[in-house]
């Protein structure tokens, strides 16, 4: 199988849902398509993941510091990340951590990538590792202390996804100044890290804002990306946006851009994630990218009403809000950071939460429909048969089978391999992005010369 279709098969397989093997009676599968971003560093306590829990929150990302791991070369501190991940994982929320940030010790800035000297690299890739070997899998963290501390039944969620740097088309995280050579250089070295611990690891570009006030716009820093790193294509497996504006259109436009730069490298069949979007509650401003409250929960329902719509042809796998809950203090960094949260931060909730659940915790099952295909109980002469087939919610990915054959993930139209002449059967379901399973529909038909 070719590289592209080889992708292609894996993004059908995980377009954010996992445990894709559940029985076909199920009426829900484990869905981590919506999840959150809460700041830099772990600030959730046990109060925010119960209520992130009946939000149906599944995913948390963060930024992972190295310096928060390893202050110094020979030094791991490992409680605050293991109290942090367990305390998520114990109440069926996975990380998604966004590592990056040199310590002190590394040569450079924090934003300074650690490439210069062959003793950086080193070191960047022999942290990539023992985190990996901590959370990944097969990480000694859930066959000890996890245990030790949330029980034996707790349920282990390991780190399966990597995000690689924060923004780095953005000057303020990639100092001096934005290059998309030199990340095609740290993304090599972390795949080679990563992927020799977990081989089934999946890496994630870091981050990039559309129109960052100082850098390089996001599907420009692609496309440098492509041309000037030779193989960069191989060293992720799924490409990260950060589509801020203050309009649907302008978010829209943003992923089509990024899309475009993807298809033209030839790499369309790569997932996009958005891993952060969101609007701010405070005051209405000229730009947009503050709503007032009641504004802030329209435009996350309207943008995620356009990404759900269009989740299979722009081939999005996951969509993360920043952020959870509002700072105690103002981010000058950033106009509407302070207010973007779905709560605010004495946790009484915004209408943007209830919106939020609208999509995340919706519990009723889709109606999966074949539109196209032999009908039921008729006698074709097509061994190879072509099906349609929707769902009742936008967004929805789907499996299919022939015959006796294993519910497998698909898209419409599917056409079957060649049929042998006599009687076949064609059946489809379909998961919605909270993870709901619809029943199967089928139909049954002959095949003759």
Same mark, same amino acid.
């Given at each position: ?72 070369? $020979?030094?791991?501190? @490992? ?81 399966? /996804? ?37 081989? $089934? ?11 960052? $006030? ?51 490298? +030839? ?5 996009? @994630? ?66 973007? +949260? ?5 946790? /009484? ?71 042998? $002449? ?28």
């Amino acid at each position: 199988m070719g590289r592209g279709l080889t992708r292609l098969a894996v993004a059908l397989a995980a377009l954010g849902v996992s445990l894709l093997g559940a029985s076909t009676a199920s009426a829900a599968v484990r869905s981590e398509f919506f999840g959150i971003v809460q700041g830099p560093g772990p600030t959730l306590d046990g109060t925010d993941l119960k209520t992130m829990r009946g939000s149906k929150v599944r995913t948390v990302r963060y930024l992972f510091q190295w310096e928060s791991v390893q202050p110094t070369q $020979n030094d791991f501190r @490992w409680s605050p990340q293991d109290n942090f991940i367990g305390e998520l994982a114990s109440r069926g929320i996975r990380v998604v951590p966004t590592v990056w940030g040199n310590p002190k010790w590394v040569t450079g800035y924090t934003a300074h990538a650690p490439i210069d000297r062959p003793k950086d690299r080193l070191a960047w890739q022999a942290f990539l590792k023992a985190v990996a070997e901590r959370y990944g899998p097969n990480g000694t963290y859930w066959s000890g202390r996890y245990h030790q501390d949330f029980g034996q039944n707790a349920t282990p969620l390991p780190i399966t /996804s990597w995000q690689i740097w924060n923004e780095p088309n953005l000057k303020k995280y990639w100092v001096p100044y934005p290059d998309p050579k030199k990340y095609g250089t740290l993304l090599q070295l972390s795949h080679s890290a990563i992927k020799s611990v977990d081989p $089934n690891a999946q890496i994630v570009l870091g981050g990039l804002p559309g129109y960052p $006030n100082s850098g390089l716009r996001a599907w420009d820093f692609l496309r440098q990306l492509y041309s000037k790193v030779p193989g960069a294509k191989n060293d992720f497996d799924a490409a990260a946006l950060h589509p801020y504006g203050g309009t649907i259109d302008r978010v829209r436009q943003q992923i089509l851009q990024t899309r475009t730069a993807m298809q033209h490298a +030839g790499d369309a069949a790569t997932p996009l @994630w958005i891993s952060e979007l969101a609007w701010g509650s405070a005051a209405k401003d000229s730009v947009g990218i503050n709503q007032g409250p009641q504004g802030q929960a329209r435009m996350l329902k309207n943008s995620y009403k356009m990404i759900l719509t269009n989740r299979s042809a722009w081939n999005i796998q996951r969509l993360f809000w920043y952020h959870w809950r509002d700072p105690l203090h103002t981010m000058a960094s950033c106009t509407f950071c302070s207010s973007a +949260g779905m709560l605010r931060n004495n946790r /009484s909730p915004k209408p943007a939460l209830a919106a939020f659940k609208s999509f995340s915790a919706v519990s009723t099952r889709p109606t999966a429909s074949i539109t196209l295909g032999p009908a039921q109980g008729s006698t074709i002469n097509d061994p190879t048969p072509t099906f349609s087939f929707k769902s009742s919610r936008a967004g929805s990915t789907f499996q299919c089978r022939v015959d006796a054959g294993v519910l497998k993930a698909c898209a419409s139209p599917f056409t079957t391999a060649a049929l042998s $002449n006599g009687p076949h059967s064609f059946a489809v379901r379909a998961i919605d992005a909270a993870g709901n399973v619809s029943a199967i529909v089928s139909r049954s038909f002959t095949v003759a010369p």
